[in-house]
Structure formats: structure tokens, C-alpha cells
């Protein structure tokens, strides 16, 4: 459900935008425990992907029991790892041909499935629980030699304060740098109650100690001290093109611009596999 309002966004005010926000802020009146125990279905329940992908020959699959529950990871290769994250309602089967050409460059690829998505456990999604899944997956590494996101898995990866990332390199694909007035952006264009989502927004605040005001990307990226290379697509509907460019003027950041692969296609493009050789130059 909660992929609808992220994922559709459309500037014109229309009738099923105005009758959420009716019902919503009806429900919420007349029965604010039912209202939000529902926001939370609906704003936090990921569509798991469910699409069959082909599987590279010596895939491993490995669950790791972290604080979000049992993480499914899924490594190919051998030699210094880097680790893939992928974003809301994704896999870590879209970076199954990344991985591969990762593994042939001589590295092992490692993938692994958020809380609520993919193969992994839990039933909620939301960044606080991206990043702490994230941080008891490197915990099981001995180290790490870079690190790989898409869409949400960047700004997971950027407010990470976990110790082996330091100095690493980051391949960005698609990063939704500006996370946090997207989110409400997003959410405010769907019609749902506003104040519903800041009341389930406060709960996961308060539970994880972090504040969605101290949430922010593009801040962290511009302290980041590795070497950050961003492959963006120009016409990127749900992650904005324009932060990306930004920040690769700001900062000592590369990007590497496409067009026409949108936000999904990209994980497949040679520009991507570009990007990862140009870490390794």
C-alpha cells in the first residue's frame, strides 16, 4: 500500500486525494488508536518483491540475526567485500547482476534484504530500521572494502555512523539525498492526514531515538571522507536529479548522468558497472 504514496506522485489536485484526506482525518477523530494502528499499515508496509530473477551460479545465501530480526544477505565471490543496500519496497535481487560483475572484478558481493522486504523478517519499513539492520550486517563482516545503495538503501547508508564504513568508498545510484522533504512531500501529495503520519513518525522517533529533524542525507554526504561516485538518471521521477548534481558540484563527488533508465532500469545499465570500476581506478 505504502508504495502508492511514495512512488505516485502527481502535482494536480484530484477527487481521491481530497477523500483520503477526508477519511483520514475523520478516522483519526473519531478513533485515533484504530487510525494509527492503520497509518502504520499503510505507511509502513513495503511491497515485497515478489519478481522472479535469475540466480548467478554460486549465489549464497546466509541469514544474520540482527536488532530489526533475522536479516537475509546473499553473497557471490570471494576476496574484500563490498556490501549492496537496496531501497523502499526493493531487493537484494536487483543487484544480483551488479554482483556479478563485482565478483569478477575479484571482490565478494554482498546483498541483503531490509526489515519487511525481500526474504528478511519483520513487518515494518522505515529508515531508523534500514539503518540499524544495515550496521548488524557489517557487524558480521571482518571488513569491508566499499559500499553500494540504491533510492533509500544511500540514505540509509549515509546516516550510518557504523565504524568500518569510515574512509570507504560509496557507489550511490539514484540516491534520494533530500530524504526527509521528499518523505513529506510524497506523503502530503497522497492526501493522507498529516497529522496521522506525524504521530506514527514520532512513535519511531521515540522507540529508536532519532528524530526524523536529524535526518539528513545530503548533510552527511558532504562530510562523508571517502571517495563517492553518484549514477543518476536525469529523468529520475522519484529520487531528484537535481541533489545529485548538487552535490557533485559541491563536494568531491562524481556523477555519472543517464537517460531514459528512470529509477528502477538503472540498476541494470553499463553506467552503473561503470561507476563501480571508476571506485576501483
Known amino acids: 500500500m505504502s508504495s502508492k504514496i511514495y512512488f505516485q506522485k502527481s502535482g494536480k489536485v484530484n477527487v481521491r486525494r481530497q477523500l483520503v484526506n477526508l477519511s483520514t482525518r475523520l478516522h483519526h477523530r473519531l478513533a485515533p488508536k484504530h487510525a494509527k494502528k492503520v497509518a502504520m499499515k499503510v505507511l509502513l508496509t513495503p511491497e ?4 522472479p530473477t535469475p540466480v548467478p551460479e554460486g549465489l549464497v545465501r546466509q541469514p544474520i540475526m540482527t536488532s530489526e530480526g533475522m536479516i537475509m544477505t546473499y553473497s557471490l565471490g570471494e576476496g574484500p567485500t563490498w556490501v549492496l543496500g537496496h531501497g523502499w519496497s526493493g531487493s537484494a535481487t536487483q543487484f544480483f547482476p551488479l554482483m556479478v560483475h563485482i565478483a569478477a572484478a575479484g571482490f565478494k558481493a554482498l546483498a541483503f534484504d531490509n526489515p519487511a522486504h525481500g ?9 531508523p ?3 540499524r539492520a544495515l550496521d548488524g550486517v557489517l557487524d558480521a563482516q571482518s571488513s569491508i572494502a ?9 540514505a540509509m547508508v549515509l546516516e550510518s555512523q557504523h565504524a568500518s564504513l569510515v574512509g570507504k ?4 545510484v539514484a540516491p534520494v539525498l533530500n530524504y526527509t522533504d521528499n518523505l513529506i512531500s510524497a506523503v ?3 492526501g493522507y492526514s498529516m497529522k496521522l503520519f506525524h504521530e506514527v513518525v514520532d512513535d519511531i522517533a ?5 528524530p526524523l529533524s536529524h535526518i539528513d542525507p545530503a548533510a552527511k554526504l558532504a562530510q ?10 536525469r529523468q529520475d521521477r522519484f529520487a531528484a536529479f537535481s541533489e545529485s548534481e548538487l552535490a557533485a558540484h559541491n563536494h568531491h563527488v562524481t556523477l555519472i548522468a543517464t537517460e531514459g533508465l528512470g529509477h528502477g532500469r538503472i540498476l541494470q545499465s553499463d553506467q552503473l558497472r561503470q561507476g563501480f570500476d571508476l571506485l576501483l581506478a
Open 48 to 51: 515485497r518483491n515478489k519478481r
Open 119 to 127: 526474504e528478511s523478517e519483520g513487518q515494518y519499513g522505515h529508515l
Open 129 to 131: 530500521g534500514f539503518v
Open 146 to 154: 566499499g559500499v553500494i545503495a540504491h533510492s533509500m538503501g544511500g
Open 169 to 172: 568508498p560509496v557507489l550511490l
Open 188 to 190: 502530503e501529495h497522497s
Open 206 to 210: 521515540q522507540a529508536y531515538q532519532y
Open 224 to 233: 562523508w571522507q571517502g571517495k563517492v561516485v553518484i549514477v543518476h538518471d
